[in-house]
């Protein structure tokens, strides 16, 4: 069975975790606070979810979700994730990030920064333009009319296909926009950022997106 080594316990944390018990998976949780303080959310998501540190949540995983603000992207475990496939769920909220200059001035992307971070892991993006509700209530089956599409992108083939494989077991069709260098156009406040739109509508949204904003 395969194990999800989820590092951010947040609203798409929580979301994400009970989408992949949901399909089948195993979960390890962690937060920035401890294991203990995740005994409530572990009880409700039931015997395929666990909590853990950062580390040891890492370690578990067959692949990882980083979902921590991303002014605490440093704080993620490098060598527990070395060889692993990394997806990407975070955006730049200034506001609470603080102000990071390569980003402002479009000289680097969000998920770019963390596989700096991460140089022997393979980071795709993924989740970072849907709502938490929305993971587990706009999914729909393969073929169905207008069905929501949602974007990847990845410096690795192998990343990228299985962020394409999670999307279609969760409902969703994906466009993948190719290297992280490019992931900038799914980011906060572009076209495609946090509305429900198929394929055809997504593509579009990504080719208008403005490099800054």
Known sequence: MTNVGIIGAGHIGQALARTFIEHGYTVTIANSRGPETLADLVADLGPSAKAATAADAAAAADFAVVTVPLKNYLDVPVEPLAGKIVIDTNNYYWERDGRIPALDDGKATVSGLLQEHLPTSKVAKGFNHIGFGDIQTTGSPAGTPDRRALAT?????????????????????????????????????????????????????????????
């Open 153 to 213: 992108a990845s410096d690795f083939d192998d990343a990228a296909a299985l962020v394409t494989s999670i999307y279609d077991e969760f409902g969703f069709d994906t466009v993948n926009v190719g290297a992280l260098s490019e992931s900038w156009r799914v980011e906060r406040d572009r076209p495609a950022y946090v509305v429900r739109q198929n394929r055809e509508e997504l593509e579009k949204n990504l080719e208008i997106a403005p490099r800054t904003i």
